[in-house]
């Protein structure tokens, strides 16, 4: 490692610094746009439900790397590194080396066994590392990490009036209405049925993750109810403003068409706040997507582990 860095633990008063520094490192444009969004969502709001790491990596006053990790929500012996960058101009000199060195550390400190270059939801800013970032997939295995499963986003179009993304739901919504159903967007007031439903039916982290899509700016959440009873949702922006999900359909009301006309009403307002594309973020039913919104496979992210105490 180059003799002039030091990793230090970072206070939340660095934070506009460190999505400065991701601004400039992460390499890929729809990344970098959502940088602030980003260690946001990771940093500040996640520290709120969890235990979080955040070091800095400073060349003399300048920093020149960051980490975020933290503990997963539902096996406290694993830790997940949730964001690593480098400055550009910095890299292979060591840096990302001594980040993740010093970020299992903190975390094996907080109890966990194994580390996790994955997504730790209910905030994440990737499933895993986008294949993309081929110097960061370079690191992980150089370091020591196994590649365990793949992940997938879907893109949805929404850059022109007639994307099939972008189709109208009138006629299905109308159908529906025929059937009893009735969709809407969320209110505050609907998260305590949502949570239940996602915690009764689907289980894991749905639940947190709709509590930070309904009525937060940026984010957004329908449903469907039928007799008063809420039967499926729909949510995006949670972590991130341009990213869409989850969403569940109970399983009583499957194939009635309501999961395509909760999915189009999420993209339509994601139009409307002004992107013109939204990722379906971890998928899930390739078919679905396809079917309902035209969308198609694109990013595509390793997860890596390593059990620490070996190397
Ligand atoms: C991934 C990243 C953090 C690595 O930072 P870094 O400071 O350059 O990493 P290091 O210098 O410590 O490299 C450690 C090892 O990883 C491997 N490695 C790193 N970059 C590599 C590259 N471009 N090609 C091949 N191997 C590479 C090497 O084995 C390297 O050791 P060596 O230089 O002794 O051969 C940096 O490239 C980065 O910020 N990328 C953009 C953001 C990103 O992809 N983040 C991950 C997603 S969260």
């Known amino acids: 490692m180059d003799a002039e860095i030091d990793i230090v633990d970072l206070t939340p008063d660095s934070a506009p610094a460190a999505a400065r520094l991701c601004e400039r490192a992460l390499d890929l444009p729809e990344d970098a746009a959502e940088a602030a969004v980003l260690v946001d969502a ?14 800095g990596a400073y ?3 300048e920093l020149v790397g960051v980490l975020i990790g933290s ?19 910095h890299r292979r000199r060591g840096v990302g080396r001594a980040l993740l060195a010093a970020g299992e550390q ?27 970032y081929t110097p960061a997939v370079c690191a992980a295995l150089a370091l020591g ?13 929404l850059s022109y009036d007639g994307s099939p993304a972008l189709r109208s739901t009138e006629a299905a919504e109308r159908r529906l209405a025929g059937q009893g159903v009735t969709v809407r967007r969320a209110e505050p007031a609907d998260l305590p049925a949502l949570a239940a439903l996602a915690r009764d039916t689907f289980g894991g982290t749905w639940d947190a993750e709709l509590a930070g899509s309904v009525g937060r700016a940026g984010a957004g ?18 972590s991130r403003p341009s990213w869409f999900g989850p969403m569940g359909t109970t ?17 339509s307002d994601q139009r409307e706040a002004g992107h013109d594309s939204a990722q379906i973020g971890w998928v899930g039913p390739v078919p679905f997507y396809s079917r309902s919104a035209g969308a198609r496979i694109e990013r595509v992210f390793f997860l890596y582990r390593r059990t620490l105490g070996n190397q």
């Open 42 to 55: 990771l940093w500040t709001r996640a520290a709120a439900d969890r235990p979080v790491v955040a070091l």
């Open 59 to 61: 060349r003399g006053s």
């Open 71 to 89: 503990l997963s929500a539902v096996d406290q012996k694993l830790g997940h590194v949730d964001l690593m960058a480098v400055a550009p101009e």
């Open 106 to 132: 903190r975390l094996a400190g907080l109890g966990a066994g194994e580390v996790l270059l994955a997504g730790n939801p209910p905030y994440y800013a990737w499933p895993g590392i986008d294949v993309r």
């Open 145 to 157: 990490y196994r590649q365990d499963r793949t992940a997938w986003n879907m893109t949805a179009d």
């Open 221 to 238: 959440c329908h449903l469907a109810e039928r007799d008063g009873e809420v039967i499926a949702f729909a949510a995006y922006g949670s």
């Open 251 to 267: 399983p009583a009301a499957e194939g009635s068409g309501i999961g395509g006309v909760l999915l189009r009403r999420c993209l």
